[in-house]
């Protein structure tokens, strides 16, 4: 069972904890995170770069999953989609609230939508997670 100490300490090693992704809500239907917008995660002007964005909300669907993996099993991204809506400056917080559209029994799909630090829907994320078979 994974709680937000543990799920911390899964992703601080990894490419999210070197991006600076905190997750602050877990339940089996949703997952809430959040991410200080850095100079070294932007493109030019100080607005967070479209790739930040896909890797923070990949990294909540993610989460969301594993949530619900039956023991042994892993996952995988096979699909994501992302629609940008808004911009998130530098030196703000953006916040992604991930809910479950699908939790099968192979596959899972997720919805993130972030918002920057005004509240601003900045960028809706759709994506499916494959379950596999061996723990990854």
Same mark, same amino acid.
């Given at each position: &069972?994974?709680?937000?100490?543990?799920?911390?300490?899964?992703?601080? %090693? @990894?490419? %999210?904890?070197? &991006?600076?992704?905190?997750?602050?809500? @877990?339940? %089996?239907?949703? +997952?809430? $995170?959040? &991410? +200080?917008?850095? =100079?070294?995660?932007?493109?030019?002007? !100080? #607005?967070?770069?479209? !790739?930040?964005?896909?890797?923070?909300?990949?990294? +909540?669907? =993610?989460?969301?999953? #594993?949530?619900?993996? %039956?023991?042994?099993?892993?996952?995988?991204? *096979?699909?994501?989609?992302?629609?940008? #809506?808004? $911009?998130?400056?530098?030196? *703000?917080?953006? *916040?992604?609230?991930?809910? $479950? @559209?699908?939790? !099968?029994?192979?596959? &899972?799909?997720?919805?993130?939508? #972030?918002?920057?630090?005004?509240?601003?829907?900045? =960028? +809706?994320?759709?994506? *499916?997670?494959?379950?596999?078979?061996?723990?990854?």
């Amino acid at each position: &069972m994974y709680d937000l100490a543990s799920i911390e300490k899964l992703l601080a %090693p @990894l490419f %999210p904890g070197t &991006m600076g992704v905190r997750v602050t809500e @877990l339940a %089996p239907d949703r +997952v809430v $995170a959040e &991410m +200080v917008v850095r =100079a070294d995660l932007c493109t030019t002007g !100080g #607005i967070l770069h479209g !790739g930040a964005y896909m890797a923070f909300a990949d990294t +909540v669907g =993610a989460v969301g999953t #594993i949530l619900n993996l %039956p023991a042994g099993k892993g996952t995988t991204t *096979t699909d994501s989609s992302t629609k940008f #809506i808004a $911009a998130a400056r530098l030196g *703000t917080t953006i *916040t992604g609230e991930c809910v $479950a @559209l699908h939790r !099968g029994r192979t596959t &899972m799909v997720w919805q993130t939508s #972030i918002r920057n630090a005004d509240r601003k829907l900045c =960028a +809706v994320i759709t994506q *499916t997670q494959l379950v596999l078979q061996g723990s990854t």
